[in-house]
């Protein structure tokens, strides 16, 4: 029996329709006066906290509390700006899904793990009225590394559940390989849904417990049998 689901958010939840990734290269851009140097960076399944250190980096800015506290102020008030002219989308499923989660006899506790820093993940999911569907989780400002969120929403999960759930009552629901080895790092069961950059066959390369086209094509019975 599943007791705790830890879900991401973009690719997996939401589409910002580009938002964060605009956002993330106009502060580089304008604020640090590097235009450009965001297109050089990945950001599938990263730490907001990890992109920011390589584009530091890349670009010889120091990687220290004022530099990072200056980008991501200035980040959070684009991105919300943004995001109020326009949310973006919320993926096919995701609100069926999570009320069919909690319509279970049993019902798994419903939470976070995310490589966004915690505002960042708030004001995207508020935008589609979902903040309030989770009641804890890891964020990319807890730590640099995917993997170590996992341990953390885990710890969290474990104190508002009141005991630890074994690593096979967790699901980490997510849209990379990135998201399944993240998943896989505390043991958990993982589900890959190919509703961000990677295809069903793709994901299924990587070994998820589950790999589907997106959330309607999955029961929350069977995720959580």
Known sequence: ???????DIDGTLIRTGGAGTDSFGRVADVIFQKPGAMARINF???TDTSIVREFFRNEGIPYKPSNLNRYFDAYTFLL?????????????GVRQFIADLRALPKPPLIA?????????????????DLWGEFITGAFGDDHESRNQLAQIAWDRGTRV???RPDADEIVVIGDTPLDIACGESIKARTLAVATGGFSVRE??????TWAVPDLTQISAEKVCE
């Open 1 to 7: 029996m599943v007791r705790l689901v830890l879900f």
């Open 44 to 46: 599938h399944g990263r």
């Open 80 to 92: 919300d700006h943004r995001l109020t002219g326009n949310a973006g989308e919320m993926l096919p």
């Open 112 to 128: 976070l793990l995310t490589g966004n820093i915690r505002l960042g993940a708030e004001i995207k999911l508020r935008a589609h």
């Open 161 to 163: 559940l009141g005991e």
């Open 203 to 208: 994901l299924k390369s990587h070994e998820p």
